[in-house]
């Protein structure tokens, strides 16, 4: 099939490459220039493990094109929307123009019989209205809602292999037309038996919004016990092993830590919560606002950890931070935990250094007043204490009596809780973490 993607963020780049490694002849459309440019030279402008090479491949075969044109998206039989929805300079709605502008651009190269497909994460009505303005504009041409589920980190082999699939359709005879295109699309994820889940536009809307409020509250929940173990003594790793092995529960999303951030747990909850109140419901959300707070306040208590192991005061303290990512397998800097404690240690007065595998150019351009290092060995040369705020592999596997020889003092704060506790104690290490016992 010949396919146009709109959009070649990380979502649209991801799927126009994955979209032309199972046959379709694909091209991705965005204004950005120098992102067009950096892709059709096989160049990823961001980090993703898998990407770069599917992208190379891709590219070779010739069923892969870029364009800064919206014409070139003429002829093709299904159009992915793919732009980003980020939230409102001082509000918590979904700023929607990205998406009504793509879709108003292909307006003028739509014919009838062709398939607009959205993927972006929109607030609940969005294709309704979407569906309304194309079968006026470009009568004969249909409406599908198809969202995304990609974890970073894993973007390719949750595009080519998902757990499941989600249809929003139109009713009647053209929801068989656009079923039957998304099938053709998918053919070889059909095949294999994917779930597959067809509904209405709204639900369709609502399942990402929904999925990811309930992760977020899942965090937020162990974050809230890991309060509780602070004021009690218990252990919040063990609690969360315990109570995961109950099936109804399950272990996944319970690590208590630094919380959560990125381009979609965050701005995605506010949105649900800001559409909800349009619509009337908001009660109905309201937890999610504890949700947000309980997540926030993980920032504060570990800037307050990190005075507390520092002799009560940051004030000329050296302090180095590994981790910049808001999630490890990532260079995403979108409301990065990790960095927010950065620089909130920096303004109490602490000599910050910070390091990561992949962000640090990203963090530099957001975030220019923090110093940076290439190295863990070089972030905590002469340190008075090691922040672990994002759980790398690079940082869980170091060796803690090697690393114990950098450092001034050996205290370490365990941001994710992703370390061997016992193995670092051992080594002479001064361990904390949030929700655990001082070791």
Same mark, same amino acid.
């Not at 990190?306 to 990532?330: I, M, T, Y």
């Given at each position: 099939?010949?396919?146009?993607?709109?959009?070649?963020?990380?979502?649209?780049?991801?799927?126009?490459?994955?979209?032309?490694?199972?046959?379709?002849?694909?091209?991705?459309?965005?204004?950005?220039? =120098?992102?067009?440019?950096?892709?059709?030279?096989?160049?990823?402008?961001?980090?993703?493990?898998?990407?770069?090479?599917?992208?190379?491949?891709t590219?070779?075969?010739?069923?892969?094109?870029?364009?800064?044109?919206?014409?070139?998206?003429?002829?093709?039989?299904?159009?992915?929307?793919?732009v980003?929805?980020?939230?409102?300079?001082?509000?918590?709605?979904?700023?929607?123009?990205y998406?009504?502008?793509?879709?108003?651009s292909?307006?003028?190269?739509?014919?009838?019989?062709?398939?607009v497909?959205?993927?972006?994460?929109?607030?609940?009505?969005?294709?309704?209205?979407?569906?309304?303005l /194309?079968?006026?504009?470009?009568?004969? =041409?249909?409406?599908?809602?198809?969202?995304?589920?990609?974890?970073?980190?894993?973007?390719v082999?949750?595009?080519?292999?998902?757990?499941?699939?989600?249809?929003?359709l139109?009713?009647?005879?053209?929801?068989?037309?656009?079923?039957?295109?998304?099938?053709e699309?998918?053919?070889? /994820?059909?095949?294999?038996?994917?779930?597959?889940?067809?509904?209405?536009?709204?639900?369709?809307?609502?399942?990402?919004?929904?999925?990811?409020?309930?992760?977020?509250?899942?965090?937020?929940?162990?974050?809230?016990?890991?309060?509780?173990?602070?004021?009690?003594?218990?252990?919040?790793?063990?609690?969360?092993?315990?109570?995961?092995?109950?099936?109804?529960?399950?272990?996944?999303?319970?690590?208590?830590?630094?919380?959560?951030?990125g381009?979609c747990?965050?701005?995605?909850?506010?949105?649900?919560?800001?559409r909800?109140?349009?619509?009337?419901?908001?009660q109905?959300?309201?937890?999610?606002?504890?949700?947000?707070?309980?997540?926030?306040?993980?920032?504060?208590?570990?800037?307050?950890?990190?005075?507390?192991?520092?002799?009560?005061?940051?004030?000329?303290?050296?302090?180095?931070?590994?981790?910049?990512?808001?999630?490890?397998?990532?260079?995403?800097?979108?409301?990065?935990?990790?960095?927010?404690? =950065?620089?909130?240690?920096?303004?109490?007065?602490?000599?910050?250094?910070?390091?990561?595998?992949?962000?640090?150019?990203?963090?530099?351009?957001?975030?220019?007043?923090?110093?940076?290092?290439?190295?863990?060995?070089?972030?905590?040369?002469?340190?008075?204490?090691v922040?672990?705020?994002?759980?790398?592999?690079?940082?869980?596997?170091?060796?803690p009596e090697?690393?114990?020889?950098?450092?001034?003092?050996?205290?370490?704060?365990?941001?994710?809780?992703?370390?061997?506790?016992?193995?670092?104690?051992?080594a002479?290490?001064?361990?904390?973490?949030?929700?655990?016992?001082?070791?």
């Amino acid at each position: 099939m010949k396919i146009s993607v709109i959009g070649c963020g990380y979502l649209g780049a991801v799927h126009a490459a994955s979209m032309a490694e199972i046959g379709h002849e694909v091209v991705g459309i965005d204004v950005d220039d =120098a992102k067009i440019a950096s892709l059709a030279k096989a160049e990823a402008p961001f980090f993703e493990p898998g990407f770069e090479e599917l992208l190379e491949r891709t590219l070779a075969t010739g069923r892969l094109r870029f364009s800064t044109d919206f014409a070139d998206a003429a002829g093709s039989a299904v159009h992915f929307v793919c732009v980003g929805t980020p939230q409102k300079r001082g509000e918590y709605a979904a700023d929607m123009r990205y998406v009504q502008g793509a879709v108003e651009s292909l307006l003028d190269v739509l014919s009838p019989g062709e398939l607009v497909v959205g993927k972006s994460t929109v607030p609940v009505g969005t294709a309704a209205q979407l569906a309304d303005l /194309i079968a006026d504009k470009a009568p004969g =041409a249909l409406l599908a809602w198809n969202p995304e589920f990609l974890r970073e980190g894993f973007a390719v082999q949750d595009t080519l292999h998902p757990d499941r699939l989600v249809y929003g359709l139109p009713a009647g005879a053209d929801g068989d037309t656009a079923r039957a295109l998304l099938d053709e699309v998918y053919a070889p /994820i059909v095949e294999r038996g994917t779930p597959k889940v067809e509904s209405d536009y709204a639900t369709a809307e609502m399942v990402k919004t929904a999925a990811n409020s309930f992760l977020a509250t899942k965090i937020s929940f162990i974050n809230a016990m890991a309060e509780l173990c602070e004021a009690t003594g218990a252990d919040v790793k063990l609690l969360a092993d315990a109570i995961g092995f109950d099936d109804r529960i399950g272990r996944k999303f319970l690590n208590a830590g630094l919380g959560f951030g990125g381009g979609c747990l965050p701005k995605d909850i506010r949105a649900f919560m800001a559409r909800a109140g349009e619509l009337g419901a908001d009660q109905a959300l309201t937890f999610l606002r504890e949700v947000d707070n309980i997540n926030m306040r993980r920032r504060i208590r570990m800037v307050e950890l990190a005075r507390e192991v520092c002799d009560g005061s940051l004030l000329g303290k050296r302090v180095a931070v590994l981790g910049a990512a808001f999630k490890p397998d990532s260079d995403d800097i979108r409301d990065s935990p990790a960095l927010n404690v =950065a620089a909130q240690l920096q303004l109490q007065g602490a000599v910050v250094r910070v390091t990561d595998p992949a962000a640090i150019e990203n963090s530099r351009r957001q975030w220019p007043q923090l110093d940076y290092a290439a190295t863990p060995e070089e972030a905590a040369e002469r340190a008075d204490a090691v922040l672990v705020l994002t759980e790398w592999k690079q940082y869980r596997e170091l060796d803690p009596e090697a690393f114990g020889r950098v450092v001034k003092q050996k205290r370490v704060l365990d941001g994710r809780n992703a370390l061997d506790r016992e193995a670092w104690t051992a080594a002479g290490w001064t361990y904390r973490a949030l929700g655990r016992r001082a070791g």
